[in-house]
């Protein structure tokens, strides 16, 4: 059902925004999703699939872009948990996509990058801090939970609570 981890329509849906500096003035998206699904397989165990996202996107009056994204998907009868924290910055970002199976006791990180190397990744987290404690993006931010474990502005990023 969630097997692309994301939406495309809701991100269709929202394309245009922030494509395009606003003409000196600034503005502020906050957002925040949730959706849960339960069905029954043969055997009559129930199934539950939930995917959460909360994203804030910031455009001030020259026209810089921020934008940091969380999702968290769970699906009880496979084991699988997936998480992702995003950052952007006028276009540059990084996420960070964690992935463990309940079941099989794998896991696995991917890291992807969008006009940035690996190599440049701890110029763009300085950039990216610096721009975010300066702008009105901090206060906007820290208004949202946090998705999972506590993972933002850590060096090591521990996206799944850990086994107990």
Known sequence: MFNDFHFPS??????HFFQEPHNGSEGTCISK?????????????PETETYQTQSVKHTDKDGHKIHEKQEAY??????VEKVSHQKMLDGKGH?????RNKKTGKKSQHDLFKKIKESDLEQFN????DYREKSHFQKNYESLKELGNDFIGKKQHKALPEEK
């Open 95 to 99: 996420k960070i996509i964690q992935e």
């Open 74 to 79: 769970k699906n009880t009868l496979s084991g």
């Open 10 to 15: 809701f991100n269709n849906e929202f394309k």
């Open 126 to 129: 300085k950039e990216y801090n």
């Open 33 to 45: 999703s949730y959706v849960s699904s339960t069905k029954y397989n043969e055997k009559g165990e």
